[in-house]
């Protein structure tokens, strides 16, 4: 079954995404759990799943949201119940299968996890897997080789369960086909559009109609409590562009570590493969060895014909098409009796048969690339920048503290702070209780303080809130208006703007459908009136889902067709349906296969869901929403 899994290209994109999301689940709660005092936040068969194990995976979902989104993330999103549902039922999700697999008994080899990793596209530079490339992941994602492995090797166990229960769908092709069928189909329309513009000048609105329409939605109309605020600002950024780094503090760096600014010795080796099995019988095993003999001695009399043996022989199915070529390797990439080998050759020399877990290897070196340092004049930028960072990062640690205790000991001013530390004084705009933040900063629990009894009434400093991104903040209140409601006088022409439109709108859609009405009794419908044709399929880009959805769900009769819909932004649309395309499905059409893929990956996906519902069930899961609601208030 595994087998199936690793040829599926799909897989390693799949995960590479969940590991960002994976978390240890045998044992982990014997070292994570004991902080906090909150109790655990689910249980899964009696197992607990921890508070800490939640706030990892609530930072690496939130990180991986993050840095995959084009644009910036409303910080909102991951303080909603919504969210933090959805983390703990992964985490939930995670733990049923991982107890599935382990009770089923499926493993994954070290051979299997090594070929993930060596394919996988993230890992690898020109064609070839890169260990500068690997190691870089694994530090982004936080955690030591072993760790990402042994996730790595979790969600693979995953990937053998998800490929039993939703690999195995199956769609009729004439299903799929019916589907292309309808996608493909086109219809040819013209409209006419009745728009509420044309409408305004006939409708009048009188100051009863203002007044009445006051009474009956008043709260439309109310104003939260508001305030206007000045804060002052401490974050690492701003520190880091005042540090000033000499070139002696540079050269120092660089001589005390040098080892970092080293690339180290890489090798370019070719492999002939026969693999082997411990299961293997005697008469297997020394038939293995006497075709690896056989090789062995043949590469030796002619290397020349290494490439072609290589090709034709080797067991190694990444490799034997390339003749055998592994491209560039460093070291802790291969295992240990294979890379010992590669690394104790001469360029161009060809070893005996090695043997390692795969089976017997004959290796060639075919490039030695050593180990190259980088001259202090090309990392230099690079040191000033990690050595300004640094100590931004100590004068923003040394700075908070001040920061923090200035605000709270001198509560009825933020110039004290602002003086000592060289910070600017910021005033805010109007912002209500419903704001996300000051300025720039969003923060939620700022603006809580902000209106808290202490900073409206007293008008006391509120205490130094950290925003994130090392950023501190503090503000008071400048002047502050309670809740009110819009008066009548203030919200009349607002109110006139609304009932105007309204009725403009009502006046179009009525004359749009009376226009329907007369052109199927056979009274109207003047071809000078519809605009150019326009041909349509269900999925043309830049149409309102409304119009899509008249044109082709229309009664199919004699041509042409007539149909009208309320469009969302007031007005109707009258629609001539003038001819209906519907393709013939030739048999070979790749469509058909594609729509067949998608469909059993939705059908799969459906599967899966039901088999982890059925699992949680199993397995009985408890999600303490109690400990979540804590946490929540929290942050």
């Keep these: 079954m595994f087998e199936s899994v690793r040829n599926n290209k799909r897989v390693v994109q799949v995960i590479l995404g969940l590991i960002t999301l994976s978390f240890a689940f045998f044992g982990i709660e014997s070292y994570l759990r004991g902080s906090g005092g909150l109790g655990d936040v689910a249980t899964v068969a009696g197992s607990p799943v921890s508070v800490q194990e939640f706030e990892q995976g609530f930072r690496e979902q939130q990180e991986r949201i993050r840095s995959s989104s084009p644009t910036p993330v409303d910080g909102e999103l991951f303080k909603s119940a919504q969210f933090r549902g959805q983390v703990v039922n992964t985490l939930v999700n995670q733990r049923v299968l991982s107890l599935t697999a382990f009770k089923a008994g499926l493993t994954v080899s070290d051979r299997n996890l090594q070929e993930m990793i060596l394919s996988a596209g993230a890992f690898q530079d020109g064609g070839q897997f890169s260990k500068a490339r690997y190691e870089a992941y694994v530090r982004a994602q936080g955690l030591s080789e072993v760790q990402f492995e042994a996730r790595l090797r979790q969600d693979m166990a995953f990937q053998q369960i998800a490929a039993a229960v939703g690999d195995k769908t199956v769609v009729a092709r004439r299903s799929a ?16 559009e009745f728009k509420p513009d044309r409408y305004v000048p006939s409708v009048a609105v009188t100051a009863e109609d203002v007044e009445r329409f006051y009474n009956e939605n008043q709260s439309d109309f109310s104003i939260p409590r508001r305030l206007r605020a000045e804060y002052v600002v401490l974050n690492a950024a701003s520190l880091e562009s005042e540090v000033s780094i000499s070139n002696e503090e540079i050269r120092e760096w660089y001589d005390d570590h040098k080892e970092k600014y080293i690339a180290p010795e890489e090798r370019r080796a070719s492999h002939i493969l026969i693999q082997t099995s411990a299961s293997a019988s005697e008469a297997e095993s020394a038939k293995a060895r006497a075709l690896a003999d056989d090789l062995l001695a043949r590469v030796k009399a002619d290397p020349s014909k290494f490439g072609s043996l ?22 802790g990439v291969m295992v240990k009796p294979f890379e010992d080998a590669v690394f104790s050759l001469k360029e161009g020399e060809i070893s005996g048969l090695v043997q390692s877990e795969f089976g017997l290897h004959i290796i060639r070196l ?15 930028d690079e040191i000033q920048v990690e050595l300004k960072r640094q100590a931004a990062a100590k004068r923003f640690a040394e700075s908070a503290e001040a920061f923090g205790n200035m605000v709270y000991e001198q ?15 910021v005033k805010s705009d109007w912002i209500d209780e419903s704001a996300r933040g000051i300025g720039e900063h969003e923060s939620r629990k700022l603006i809580a303080a902000l209106f808290s009894e202490d900073a409206l009434v007293r008008k006391h400093n509120t205490e130094a809130i950290d925003v994130g991104n090392k950023t501190l903040v503090a503000a008071r209140v400048l002047e502050h208006q309670p809740a009110t409601v819009l008066s009548l006088e203030k919200a009349t022409e607002r109110i006139r703007t609304i009932l105007v439109q309204k009725e403009a709108s009502r006046l179009a859609k009525k004359a749009g459908e009376e226009a329907l009405a007369a052109i199927k009794a056979g009274a109207g419908g003047s071809d000078q009136n519809w605009s150019k044709p ?20 229309a009664d199919q009769g004699s041509l042409p067709l007539f ?22 499905m030739d048999g070979e059409d790749p469509r058909i296969k594609a729509a067949q893929e998608q469909l059993a990956r939705g059908l799969g996906r459906q599967d899966m869901e039901g088999y982890v519902r059925a699992l949680r069930a199993r397995y009985d899961v408890k999600i303490n929403q109690t400990v979540l609601g804590k946490l929540a208030a929290e942050n």
């Design 366 to 380: 075919t490039a030695i690339k050593p180990a190259q340092g980088k001259a202090f004049d090309a990392v230099r």
């Design 310 to 331: 290589a090709r034709e022989f080797s067991q190694d199915p990444g490799s034997s098409a390339k003749e055998g070529d592994l491209g560039f390797i460093g070291r």
């Design 411 to 425: 509560s009825d001013s933020l110039a004290p702070v602002a003086e000592q530390l060289k910070l600017h004084v």
């Design 563 to 584: 149909v009208g819909v309320s469009m969302p932004a007031g007005g109707y649309a009258l629609i001539k349906i003038e001819s209906i395309n519907k393709p013939a």
């Design 534 to 553: 326009l041909t349509l399929q269900r999925s043309t880009p830049g149409v309102e889902p409304q119009v899509v959805r008249a044109v082709f769900g």
């Design 177 to 192: 086909a019916a589907l292309v069928a309808l996608q493909a189909e086109q219809r040819v329309v013209r409209t006419q």
